[in-house]
Each structure stands twice: as C-alpha cells, then as structure tokens.
C-alpha cells in the first residue's frame, strides 16, 4: 500500500486509469500495436481495478470499425460473447498475424522504369514513325 501511495500518486492514478478507459486505436496504427500499447497501459497502473471482461470490452470498443470487424470474423462471432481467457488467446493470435505482416514482410524488389527526357522521346516517336 506504502508503495502504491508513493509511485502511484492520487493524479498520477486517475490519470494512468483514464486512459486505460478511453483506449482508441491510432488511425494508422495496426492491430499488433495497439494492442501492445493498451497492454502497456495496464502494466503502468497496476491498481486499476478493471477485471479481465471490463478490459477487453475497453480495448474492443476503442477500436477501429474494420478492425472490430476483423476480431469477430476471427473469433466466429462477437469477441464480446467470449469469455476472457479466449479473447485474449484470440486477439493474441490475431496480434502476432498483424505483427508479421507488419514487420516480417521481404522488401519488394524496385523494377527498373525507362526514364526518358523530352528530346529522347520525340526521337523515339519520330523514328517509330519513319518506320
């Protein structure tokens, strides 16, 4: 208790605890992320008093509509039906898919593109023509 009252101040606390309560998702942040950072946010406020089912159901609706969508095709149905051991199993899994198609992806070989100047082009056009 003496430690929580030191390191975790009153405003420190209603802080950390707000923003675990009004979680969004980033408009371009992935799934993978977004939930590391809603996962960081509940390890830096360990007396938060959310269960498992008020948490998940914080993280789900602070999530994009497709992403949303995502986690229920995912899950065969509506994430908020299951229970909170399997929505974390699943959004889990689902995360790590993200994270790899995020970050393990092979950069794309760059195909060459013929460059030509105005000149040069007229010349290919021209000798096209007289052909």
Not at 6 to 34: H, V, W
């Amino acid at each position: 208790r003496k430690f929580l009252a030191r390191f975790f101040p009153p405003s420190r606390y209603i802080s950390a605890k707000s923003a675990i309560a009004t979680f969004s998702q980033g408009a371009d942040e992935p799934l993978c992320e977004a939930w590391e950072r809603y996962k960081s946010l509940l390890r830096k406020c360990p007396n938060h008093g959310f269960d498992n089912v008020a948490q998940l159901n914080m993280f789900c609706n602070g999530l994009r509509p497709q992403t949303k969508m995502l986690l229920d095709v995912f899950a065969g149905g509506s994430m908020i039906m299951k229970d909170s051991e399997e929505a974390i199993t699943i959004i889990d899994a689902l995360a790590a898919n993200d994270y790899q198609a995020h970050h393990d992806r092979s950069q794309p070989t760059k195909r060459g593109i013929l460059e030509l100047d105005t000149e040069n082009a007229i010349l290919a056009q021209n000798k096209l023509l007289s052909q």
